[in-house]
């Protein structure tokens, strides 16, 4: 080495690996140099690729001190690190590609194709389970142990469950391209939640869940204003919504004797200088879900009828001053005369809530929590989403006044997206004196930067339609019958000022076999038979709930997609027809009242005789009698 008195040099032994000479003497103890022209190609690609500290690099410079000897374990520690880095990212990378092999995604431009897409997967997956099932069956077991086997299966799977970031549960997601254009997403829930969290830019997610009909959900609302026509502070917002999920509380207690609080309810926030908006996902303590997205809004036209009927009466305003201000809000856009009786499930529940003036006498008013959001296979917009051209200051993020419990670790900052490569600064290693314990500490910090299943646990709280829901023992919640709901005592008079509630609808057969079939009958009209989807008797009047058949006789066709009502006054056996559609409904169109077939109207003639025999306390009759006897006898006695 120059400026050394030696020359070293390399030079190649028997076995092919190089030994050290020295040009004056042999020193042992030094590394051996090699001269750069007799360097191999392979040998400065072998070192380029090395991670280690070279010594022969500190000893060819002239500068043997402690500043060169701390530049080198710097530069040794950062290769370290980049070395963990990358080796965590490619095993991240094969485990990824395995799953995609065996997982499906795929877009479809028509919503049709993806239920058809949808429905294969979900065939699939029951015939696996079914092979699974066949296949233990084969085995030569009694029934006792294949049941205990099937039981400890349950049990696995419910303490090992596949986290979401892996699930294989089919799914389907909306996309939004352009304002109002949507393209249906279907594959396996974990492909998507990947897709969603670690392809997708933040200012691109304008996603939403499809909530297919049918499907058992948790309760669900939207909640939105126009700021410009609805003048509100940031303290009242928040008040508006304390008094709204305490009410709710309440309305649990009463209607299905669940306790809620606050904590069990996911709070959603896209508020933005001009609009106020939330969302609500209930997680009830015990997992109950609804029946489906159309039961749940049951629940809620009642819900707000009953609060409806407390404004008009001033009771609401007495122990929920902010809420009953703000229930009935003024519409955004000033050209909707709509009113609220649109959004109302059906006819039967319009007396019920007719005496609010706020909401049927103003047109111009309309309730803040919106109705329209419980139809067949609705779209719910997704954690984190926009809605498209909106800024990305208006995403779905999680609230400040937020109770509800998500994954440890994860807030809105966590919207972002991954780090594509393992770069390290070297200026983080600015110390060689950081010890092992830091870097371990930092290598943990960025595994657990690109562990996106915390963010998938998160947006699976939010979804709702709950994860695995076929392999979940929700129960179910069922209708509460209006003598249990008049049979519940009022404990204070708060709850005693809750005494008129509506009638519940009802799915099946009515009571009236052969007023069934007359309707079915007429439900023909344009050549498509409809059904019964439910139906509903309040103050002698049974409404009927139609689908598949949307013939309307005010327009004289079938409307696109607004589903009619046949109504029967069973005093007067008569009928009519009315419907859901905005233009009918804005002008009062009820349809011509027709006369009940002979032998209709004698089994509604029959129904209602024994509905009267039935009230009949027979007991009660005979006592009276009694008493009366009892009278004469002494009046007899008297004279």
Known sequence: MAGSGREWQGVAGNDGQCEATAGDGNDSDRWPCYHESKRSAPLKKEKAKSNGIDPSSFYKSNICNDER??????????????????????????????????????IFPLQVRAFDFFTEMKEERRLLHEDVADKVKKDQFDDQQVQSLIN?????????????????????????????????????????MQHYWRETDPRSRHFYELIPEGTPCRLY????????????????????MTDFIDELCSEFQIVHDICLSRSCIVDLDSSTE?????????????????????????????????????????????????LAKHLFVNKRAPKSVEPELLKLGNIAERDTYASSKHLFDNKELTCFVDLGVYTRNRLFRLMGSTKFGHEPSAALRISNANMFCFPAGFDNSKFYLPLRAANVSPSSFASCETSNSNRDRDHAAFCASLDWEIHARALGL?????????????????????????????KDSYIASRHKLPCPTCFGASPIQTLDNFILQLSTRGGIQGRI??????????????????????????????????NVNLKCRTYWQTC????????????????????????????????????????????????????LALDSTGK
């Not at 950062?78 to 799953?99: I, M």
């Not at 089919?170 to 109002?180: D, N």
């Not at 609302?221 to 508006?240: C, G, H, V, W, Y």
């Not at 109207?601 to 007991?619: K, P």
């Open 69 to 106: 000897l701390t530049a080198i374990l710097r530069s040794a520690a950062h290769n370290e690190v980049v070395w963990k880095r990358c080796e965590f990212t490619s095993t991240q990378k094969k485990q990824r590609d395995a799953y995609r092999e065996v997982t499906k995604f795929q």
């Open 274 to 322: 001009k609009k106020f908006s939330r969302h609500l996902i209930v997680h009830l303590p015990n997992g109950e879900l609804f029946a489906d997205a159309f039961s749940a809004g049951l629940f809620v036209k009642r819900f707000v009828g009953r609060l409806a009927e407390e404004v008009s009466t001033g009771a609401l305003e007495r122990r929920r001053a902010t």
């Open 533 to 566: 989807r439910a139906w509903s008797l309040e103050n002698y009047q049974l409404s009927y709930q139609m689908s598949d058949n949307r013939w309307c006789e005010n327009i004289g066709r079938a409307h696109k997609s607004n589903n009619v009502i046949w």
């Open 462 to 490: 939010t979804l709702v339609v709950p994860t695995d829901i076929n392999q979940t023992n929700s129960s179910i919640l069922t209708e509460p019958d209006n003598r249990c709901r008049d049979l519940v005592k009022p």
């Open 221 to 240: 609302f939207d909640l939105e204003f126009a700021k410009a026509t609805n003048r509100i502070t940031p303290d009242e917002s928040e008040m508006l």
């Open 152 to 192: 400890d299966g349950k049990r696995r799977r419910l303490e090992n469950s596949i986290p979401e970031l892996w699930s294989m549960e089919p799914r389907i997601f909306a996309v939004e391209t352009s304002s109002g254009k949507r393209k249906y997403i279907v594959g396996n829930l974990g492909r998507f």
């Open 580 to 631: 859901y559609d905005t233009e009918c409904r804005a002008t009062n169109f009820r349809g011509t009242a027709n006369p009940l077939p002979a032998d209709v109207a004698s089994d509604v003639s029959d129904y209602l005789i024994d509905q009267e025999l039935a009230a009949i306390d027979v007991d009660q009759i005979i006592h009276e009698a009694k008493k009366f006897e009892k009278h």
